[in-house]
């Protein structure tokens, strides 16, 4: 039976930066939603809404000025837009580096890190370092390090910006696979409409900063979804008229 009980609880979030002239700058006013478990929730916005913020506030990377984050996640990770490998470590020794942070033994980390690799294509790279590899690859790495740890919780950060358009629906189309055999719940930031359509069970859109909700729409659409269909494209309209409204 599904459990009815909110995964993660956002609680009237707010939040202000101290600027250089001592001035406070809204960033984020009020925001409150849930995730369920196991539910794929991207959040999207005008451009430096606090889309970012958010997630950092969720991550427990900054302090809230106001309000609560309450989660049931056991292991949470994160997924960067910059890919944050550590250039001195192979591909093997970045994907196991929060599994020997956590203590896990030398066999059972390294069998866990080659099946990941296996899962984002990635064998035959075990021992190349960050610089020997390609955008699509360095974020395939992030990836696989991500949920080598079996996270129930994952949060990624515009993790497919910096990526070609094939790249990007290539990695789009293995974190799906992946995600359907995990028990993991996916909050992704992104600033791409059709991105958010494709991947999400449902859309959170932002109001330009101080972010505040202007709605949560429900992304129904059959998986894999036809992004050629009047339905996927009703849809993207719709969240793209919202951020574009003033």
């Known amino acids: 039976m599904e459990n009815k009980k909110p995964f993660v609880i956002v609680d009237h979030i707010s939040h202000r930066f101290l600027l250089e002239d001592g001035a406070l700058l809204p960033a984020i006013d009020k925001v409150s939603f849930t995730i369920k478990e196991r539910e794929f929730v991207s959040l999207i916005g005008p451009s430096g809404c606090g889309k970012s913020t958010l997630l950092k506030i969720i991550a ?53 890190a080659r099946a990941k690799i ?59 696979d992946i995600w359907s055999k995990n028990p993991t719940t996916i909050m992704m930031v992104t600033h791409l409409v059709e ?33 050629r269909s009047p339905e996927y494209y009703a849809l993207v309209d719709e969240i793209t008229e919202l951020i574009n409204k003033n």
């Open 195 to 227: 991105e958010a359509v494709e991947v999400s069970d449902r859309v959170i859109v932002f109001s330009p900063r101080p972010t505040t909700i202007k709605k949560e729409i429900a992304v129904k659409l059959p998986r894999p979804r036809d992004k």
């Open 118 to 176: 296996k899962e984002v294509d990635l064998i035959g790279f075990e021992d190349k370092y960050p610089l020997a590899l390609s955008g699509g690859m360095k974020q395939r790495v992030g990836v696989a390090r991500a949920l080598a740890v079996e996270p129930d919780l994952l949060l990624m950060d515009e993790p497919f910006s910096s990526l070609d358009a094939i790249t990007a629906e290539e990695l789009r189309s293995d974190l799906l």
């Open 60 to 112: 427990g990377l900054l302090k809230p000025e106001h309000g609560l984050i309450q989660s049931r996640a056991q292991k949470m990770t994160m997924i960067f837009q910059n890919f944050a490998l550590f250039p001195w470590l192979t591909v093997l020794g970045n994907i196991e580096f929060g599994l020997k942070m956590a203590g896990v033994s030398k066999k059972e980390r390294q069998d866990r």
